[in-house]
């Protein structure tokens, strides 16, 4: 848990992923067409993955996407889309500093 919690740290917005996944690509899409670059862990294309999806499963979060905004666990492609809806995503994504107005 301890590498989670240093991966997300590092950056504003972090997305745990798979590259076949078609709810982590419509996720990274949604960030992408926002302006945000986010910093994507593919777990199937990197070692270590397994104690990731572990560490992950710990904090809550037994499926991709996993999305880390402003180093905190924010959800999966339910929450992150509610919050979309409900015009929260961006400014938190502002206030993490991911987004710039």
């Known amino acids: 848990m301890d590498r989670v919690n ?21 996720i990274k899409s949604l960030f992408n067409d926002l302006g945000v670059n986010p910093t994507v862990y593919e777990l199937d294309e990197i070692a270590m993955s397994r ?4 560490a992950l499963s710990g904090l809550g979060c037994s499926m991709v996407p996993a999305v880390f905004i402003g180093g905190k666990l924010v959800g999966g492609t339910n929450e992150i889309m509610s919050l979309q809806l409900k015009r ?12 710039w107005v």
């Open 88 to 99: 929260d995503l961006k400014p938190m994504l502002i206030r993490a500093g991911a987004l």
């Open 51 to 54: 104690e990731i999806e572990q």
């Open 6 to 26: 240093i991966m997300v740290s590092e950056r504003p917005v972090v997305i745990f992923s798979k590259s076949s996944c078609i709810l982590s690509y419509t």
